[in-house]
């Protein structure tokens, strides 16, 4: 750190004039992005207060107006959306323990470079990242010898080992754990399996927390699954009640008509803007308090294992 | 090498033998794969037969190249193979370098706050899930309340009903896929600069280099490997457009150019039931992904000694 302070004050001393348009071209430019990207969140969220009439004009650009919330009131009365909301906090937590207990093993046993048939078992583990079967031989599987179509479990066991997690994972285990410390282990007469559980996840509580951050946000956001392998609204994820609302506008529960539907239709929009605040906050306020776990696990993952 | 090891020390057996903990720890992940993932493998075969789901797989009769080649010849397979290369090209022509110029200008800003607000805004659009992007590309280019015809028109353009226009639907799909990630997809990049020994700079600047000859001279070269390494995995799935995104764009105006070979896959295989169809479609385009991700792996182990395996 004090070495590029360093470095940073020995520019601002022989800044050439080149580089100092230079600079201010890159600053420039990086505010103009910084806004690009956060102004459409900051629009949504002051469309989803003002008024939709002032919205739909052009008039709501920088500050919202007439404000109110009679879209999240609308949201409200929504059964489907909040039960679509309690479905995906359980898919989200029963999916990302699942994931952590399948993945990280798995990428703990590859790293070690005695496991006899490492090279099988990494060709195993890695080879579905750039083959699969497809979407339909998979859906015939799942539906007609397992029967998990429209069932709880569809949502979270299926599509729980993933390639990329494993390789991640590995190439931590690989270059955070001495080997040095598993010789150490052994001499004292400690096995494979308490060596995992007292030795190598205790130490390695940054790798976790970068998993099951990508996992739970995986889940959260996803509706593919959904869309394909679920049946029941009972059970829909929070994702698929948004594409309802969002793609399909289906807002109400049932058909409306005369000036119940016309004032339905004009809120339509303030309530789409709403339903994207409520659904996607969870997410957004929680991400730049973790985002530093994120940005590891990329890096980690940039490694060459 | 793995043999002159196990010449050395005792047989695989033992070795194997020794560490049962660790197969142990594999077995949930291999059940869960072999069921879930190779099993499915298996079951590709349906692509080749006439999959009567009564019959089962192995039970259906064999139907040969039947289905592949109806997709050869219907109207749909030129449709959807130049709908998919088009969207598929276009992403990565604009959505691979951007990622690095981002990268390049992140490593020259020394204003650490600035630089740190910089980079978890231009992160944040990339944890938007796929349904809310859709639905806000659609409410924004809505051409009675969207922000986008209003800001537009402001300034004289008129842009008319972009959501129904095919043409304008690659275009409104890889723009929106640069605002979502390309702040996320600078972030391997930004992690090789900063792997860069500040020794470098210093005796650049001693010879009197300036920012933009350090960016070229420096920067640059030694973002080679990633570049190489994310381009090769980017070609691999040069014919897997994102189902997700496209499906969701979609409308009956601009289907003509959204129709991709995810997307009319689907729509055969679960809406219309036409399971050996849609397989033969899937087998195929799979292969020919695999195919390329070999291709380009092998050219540039040759030419660059960077390869993913």
């Given at each position: 750190?004090?070495e590029m302070?360093i470095?940073?004050?020995?520019?601002h001393?022989?800044?050439?004039?080149?580089d100092?348009?230079?600079?201010?071209?890159?600053?420039?430019?990086?505010a103009l992005?910084?806004?690009l990207?956060?102004y459409?969140?900051?629009f949504?969220l002051?469309?989803s207060i003002?008024?939709p009439?002032?919205?739909a004009k052009g008039?709501v650009?920088?500050?919202p107006?007439d404000?109110?919330?009679?879209?999240?009131?609308?949201l409200?009365s929504?059964?489907?959306?909040?039960?679509?909301?309690?479905?995906?906090i359980?898919y989200t937590?029963a999916?990302t323990?699942i994931?952590?207990?399948?993945?990280?093993p798995?990428a703990?046993?590859?790293s070690?470079?005695d496991l006899?048939?490492r090279?099988?078992f990494?060709?195993?583990?890695?080879?579905p990242m750039?083959?699969?079967?497809?979407?339909i031989?998979?859906?015939i599987?799942?539906?007609n010898?397992?029967?998990?179509?429209?069932?709880?479990?569809?949502?979270?066991?299926?599509?729980?080992?993933?390639?990329?997690?494993i390789?991640?994972a590995r190439t931590?285990f690989q270059?955070?754990?001495?080997a040095?410390?598993?010789?150490?282990?052994?001499?004292?007469?400690?096995?494979?399996?308490?060596?995992?559980f007292?030795?190598?996840?205790p130490?390695?509580?940054?790798?976790?927390?970068?998993i099951?951050?990508?996992a739970?946000?995986?889940?959260w956001?996803?509706?593919?699954n959904?869309m394909?392998?679920?049946?029941?609204?009972?059970?829909?994820?929070?994702?698929?009640?948004?594409?309802n609302?969002?793609?399909n506008n289906?807002?109400?529960?049932t058909?409306?008509t005369?000036?119940?539907?016309?004032?339905?239709n004009r809120?339509?929009?303030l309530i789409?803007?709403?339903a994207?605040v409520?659904?996607?906050?969870?997410?957004?306020?929680m991400?730049?308090?973790?985002?530093?776990?994120f940005?590891?696990g990329v890096?980690?993952?940039a490694?060459?294992g | 090498m793995?043999?002159?090891e196990?010449?050395?020390?005792?047989?695989?057996?033992?070795?194997?033998?020794?560490?049962?903990?660790l197969?142990?720890?594999?077995?949930?992940?291999?059940?869960?794969?072999?069921?879930f993932?190779?099993?499915?493998?298996?079951?590709?075969?349906?692509?080749?037969?006439?999959?009567?789901?009564?019959?089962?797989?192995?039970?259906?009769?064999?139907?040969?190249?039947?289905?592949?080649?109806?997709?050869?010849?219907?109207?749909?397979?030129t449709?959807?193979?130049?709908?998919t290369?088009?969207?598929?090209?276009?992403?990565i022509?604009v959505?691979?370098p951007?990622?690095?110029i981002?990268?390049l200008?992140c490593?020259?800003?020394?204003?650490?706050?600035?630089?740190?607000?910089?980079?978890?805004?231009t992160?944040?659009p990339?944890?938007?899930?796929?349904?809310?992007m859709?639905?806000?590309?659609?409410?924004?280019?809505?051409?009675?309340?969207?922000?986008?015809?209003?800001?537009?028109s402001?300034?004289?353009?008129?842009?008319?009903d972009?959501?129904?226009?095919?043409?304008?639907?690659?275009?409104i799909y890889?723009?929106?896929?640069v605002w979502q990630?390309?702040?996320?997809?600078s972030?391997?990049?930004?992690a090789?600069?900063s792997?860069v020994?500040?020794?470098?700079?210093?005796?650049a600047?001693?010879d009197g280099?300036s920012?933009?000859?350090?960016?070229l001279?420096?920067?640059i070269?030694?973002l080679?490997?990633t570049?190489i390494?994310?381009?090769i995995?980017r070609?691999?799935?040069?014919?897997?457009?994102?189902?997700?995104?496209?499906?969701?764009l979609?409308?009956?105006?601009?289907i003509?150019?959204?129709?991709?070979?995810?997307?009319?896959?689907?729509?055969?295989?679960?809406?219309?039931?036409q399971?050996?169809?849609?397989a033969?479609?899937g087998?195929?385009?799979?292969?020919?992904n695999?195919?390329?991700?070999?291709?380009?792996?092998?050219?540039?182990?040759?030419?660059?000694?960077?390869?993913?395996?």
């Open positions: 750190m004090s302070t470095r940073n004050r020995n520019n001393i022989r800044k050439s004039k080149a100092r348009i230079f600079d201010f071209i890159i600053y420039g430019v990086a992005l910084t806004l990207a956060l459409p969140m900051y949504i002051i469309a003002s008024d009439n002032l919205v008039d650009l920088l500050f107006r404000m109110s919330l009679d879209g999240y009131a609308y409200l929504m059964g489907n959306l909040w039960g679509g909301y309690g479905n995906t359980l937590l999916g323990v994931m952590l207990v399948v993945n990280i798995v703990y046993s590859l070690r470079k006899a048939g090279g099988f990494t060709f195993f583990f890695l080879f750039f083959f699969g079967g497809g979407l031989p998979t859906f599987i799942l539906n010898t397992f029967h998990m179509v429209d069932s709880f479990w569809v949502m979270v066991l299926p599509f729980s080992v993933i390639s990329y997690y390789v991640v931590f270059t955070s754990l001495p040095e410390l598993w010789d150490a282990a052994q001499i004292d007469g400690c096995g494979n399996l308490r060596y995992f007292q030795v190598v996840l130490l390695s509580k940054a790798i976790l927390a970068v099951a951050l990508w739970a946000v995986g889940h956001n996803s509706y593919f959904a394909i392998y679920l049946r029941t609204p009972a059970r829909f994820p929070l994702q698929l009640i948004m594409r609302i969002l793609i289906e807002m109400a529960a058909a409306m005369g000036s119940a539907a016309a004032e339905l809120k339509a929009n789409k803007y709403g994207i409520v659904s996607s906050l969870p997410i957004m306020t991400y730049p308090f973790v985002q530093k776990y940005n590891q890096m980690i993952g490694l060459k | 793995r043999r002159t196990s010449m050395r020390g005792p047989s695989v057996l033992v070795r194997a033998g020794r560490n049962w903990g197969y142990l720890l594999m077995l949930p992940a291999m059940v869960i794969f072999i069921c993932t190779y099993l499915p493998m298996y079951g590709v075969i349906i692509a080749f037969k006439d999959f009567r789901p009564a019959m089962g797989i192995w039970g259906s009769a064999w139907a040969g190249l039947k289905y592949f080649l109806r997709y050869f010849n219907s109207y749909m397979f449709n959807t193979i130049t709908n290369l088009v969207i598929s090209l276009y992403t022509a959505t691979f951007l990622p690095i981002l990268a200008m490593n020259q800003m020394y204003a650490r706050r600035f630089k740190k607000f910089f980079q978890v805004s992160y944040l990339h944890f938007i899930s796929t349904v809310v859709c639905g806000m590309i659609i409410m924004f280019l809505s051409p009675s309340s969207g922000v986008i015809p209003k800001i537009c402001l300034a004289g353009i008129q842009t008319g972009l959501m129904g226009n095919a043409g304008a639907f690659s275009s890889v723009w929106t896929e990630h390309v702040g996320w997809d972030i391997m990049y930004i090789a600069l792997a020994d500040p020794q470098l700079y210093e005796a600047e001693v280099a920012k933009w000859q350090k960016v001279s420096i920067d070269p030694m080679v490997p570049m390494t994310l381009f995995l070609c691999g799935s040069i014919l897997g457009v994102g189902f997700e995104k496209v499906y969701l979609q409308n009956d105006l601009n003509s150019s959204s129709e991709i070979i995810s997307t009319y896959l689907y729509k055969m295989g679960l809406k219309s039931n399971y050996s169809y849609s033969a479609i087998l195929f385009n799979n292969v020919v695999f195919v390329i991700l070999i291709l380009v792996n092998q050219f540039s182990r040759k030419i660059s000694d960077t390869s993913l395996f």
